[in-house]
């Protein structure tokens, strides 16, 4: 249940960021990903997380002292 919660915010994030496109027409539906921007915006994330991960362990080592 986690994972597809999970896959559903990510393909939801990626919509939101425009790499990945969804158009209706004539009872068809289409799906584009923009190969690009998922690599810009999955690199863009990674390094967030770094940051995230860094400013954690920082914060943890100085309340330890």
């Known amino acids: 249940m986690r994972t597809l919660i999970l896959l ?4 939801g994030g990626l919509v939101v ?3 990945i496109h969804i158009t209706q027409s004539n009872g068809t539906i289409q799906v584009s990903i923009d190969e ?8 863009s ?3 967030e997380g ?3 991960l860094r400013n ?3 914060q943890g ?4 002292r």
């Open 8 to 11: 559903g915010l990510v393909v």
């Open 36 to 43: 690009q921007k998922v690599k810009n915006v999955a690199g």
């Open 50 to 52: 770094e940051g995230i």
């Open 56 to 58: 954690a362990a920082t």
């Open 17 to 19: 960021a425009g790499a």
């Open 61 to 64: 080592d100085t309340q330890k």
């Open 45 to 47: 994330v990674a390094r």
